[in-house]
């Protein structure tokens, strides 16, 4: 389905009944990523999966997609449906979207699963990265998007993952440049949001990769206890929905039935 958000069409879908549980993918990603699961999750809850903005079928609506631009799309999605309270779970991106729910819409969230997320904000070095690839994006977004997919994995375990990260690869083509170097300079500029995990009251959950490219495995469980979030560890790289699948799934759903 597609609705309109301040004249910017946003993409969702609605499955199941019960309890209402709010997907959202990562960086390059789209909604898609959790299909392998929904057929599950959805004979017990509804499972509502929401492009984000400049992603899979959702356009663009300016030059930077700040997480609480993204975050103020998704609550208008929940609005439309009349959903009051939800459970949220956030790949990535996705769970810098989600603390910036739980930040400006505290009302709304009961749960939050953090799948290889953090509440940090960019340090120096990491907002020089997002810079260095805005350039590579504006340079060949193309060859971009195939390094950038292929480096999300566990590199010991790559090759076994091969067609999945060619799939992933073809929708993350299919995202504008624009979307791209919107949702970077989002995640550049982002608030740090420890504290607002901290106090968040309900449950809380963070899935955490052991080799995972992009976020410190120590860094991270230091993060987890300080905030006092349930830790669950994978072995594998960032793309524990898909490196880890079946452990993802068995978790995920002790997570929504918790």
Not at 161 to 175: D, G
Not at 220 to 244: R, T, Y
Request: proline share 3%; glycine share 6%.
């Amino acid at each position: 389905m597609i609705i309109t958000y301040k004249n910017t069409p946003i993409f969702y879908s609605d499955v199941g009944q019960g309890k209402p549980v709010v997907l959202l993918h990562g960086f390059l990603e789209n909604s898609s990523i959790w299909a392998p699961f929904i057929k599950h999750l959805s004979k017990h809850h509804r499972i509502i999966c929401i492009d984000l903005l400049g992603h899979g079928q959702s356009h663009c609506m300016g030059y930077i997609h700040t997480m609480e631009m993204m975050a103020d799309a998704v609550h208008h999605v929940l609005s439309h449906l009349k959903i009051s309270t939800c459970d949220l779970v956030g790949h990535s991106m996705g769970g810098y979207v989600a603390l910036a729910l739980i930040d400006n819409y505290p009302q709304t969230v009961k749960g939050v699963l953090l799948v290889n997320s953090t509440s940090q904000n960019d340090s120096d070095e990491r907002r020089e990265n997002r810079d260095r690839a805005i350039a590579a994006v504006k340079h060949d977004h193309k060859t971009f998007i195939r390094i950038a997919v292929s480096n999300l994995f566990n590199p010991e375990h790559k090759s076994k993952f091969q067609q999945q990260i060619e799939k992933v690869t073809e929708e993350a083509l299919k995202i504008p440049v624009q979307g791209i170097i919107a949702a970077l300079e989002g995640m550049k500029i982002r608030k740090n949001r420890t504290e607002v995990i901290g106090k968040f009251e309900h449950k809380k959950v963070i899935f955490i990769s052991k080799k995972d490219p992009v976020l410190d495995y120590n860094s991270l469980l230091k993060e987890a206890q300080n905030a006092a979030l349930k830790i669950v560890e994978f072995p594998d790289g960032h793309m524990s929905f898909i490196e880890n699948e079946v452990l993802f799934s068995q978790n995920l759903m002790h997570f929504i039935e918790y």
